[in-house]
């Protein structure tokens, strides 16, 4: 189910995300309800402080984490090791922009790519897979989308973006839709993963 919630900032600037909560571990299957999570994410600048208590939280309990990600460009990772003490928790990320790599470093099939898409919940699943098998880590994130401003399509407009968090317990596919230029998009993935993030190891 899709699930719909205006979401304003502190600045007063106004964004639509379209959340699509998905888990499962070979199989994926709509489980949560968006709105359980998200009350309210500003439109403001990343929120270090949260990735601070991140680090900590994962430092304490001996967890890593790792990243993969496509239309963020390393974003998340510039995000994490910008802040002292990222290493002692922080794996390794890549960036896997094109197909091939994504099939490549990653494994990505080659028929998800082919009739999903790289912008999908299937290929983001894999990707989540794929990097936790190559780094180790105990904690993955992985992101892939459509910044703009072309590449969208009637189905996959500029701005859909799927983000996936795997846990020691769960794996979960985020479908959102972001407003906004190239620039805003990315950064509002960004943001949108940190706070989920946050949430899911409850810092």
């Known amino acids: 189910m899709l699930y719909y919630r205006q979401i304003i900032s502190k600045s007063l600037l106004y964004f639509t995300v379209f959340i699509l909560v998905l888990s499962g571990d070979n199989t994926i299957n709509s489980k949560y309800i968006a709105n359980k999570y998200f009350d309210i994410i500003h439109v403001m600048k990343i929120n270090y402080q949260n990735i601070k208590k991140i680090i900590k939280k994962l430092a304490s309990q001996n967890q890593t984490i790792s990243f993969a990600e496509s239309c963020t460009g390393g974003r998340i990772a510039v995000s994490f090791t910008s802040v002292s003490g990222a290493s002692a928790v922080l794996n390794g990320s890549v960036v896997t922009y094109s197909n091939e790599i994504k099939h490549q470093w990653l494994g990505v099939e080659s028929k998800v790519l082919e009739k999903e898409g790289a912008v999908s919940k299937a290929c983001v699943s894999q990707m989540l897979d794929g990097i936790q098998k190559m780094a180790q880590s105990d904690y993955a994130i992985a992101v892939s989308g459509i910044a703009g401003p072309t590449g969208g399509t009637k189905l996959k407009p500029v701005g859909t973006v799927y983000i996936g968090f795997l846990t020691p317990q769960d794996k979960e596919i985020i479908h959102c839709h972001f407003e906004g230029d ?15 993030l946050s949430q899911i190891i409850k810092i």
Request: charged letters at 55%; aromatic letters at 6%.
């Open 182 to 196: 190239r620039e805003e998009v990315q950064e509002r993935s960004v943001r949108f993963a940190i706070e989920k």
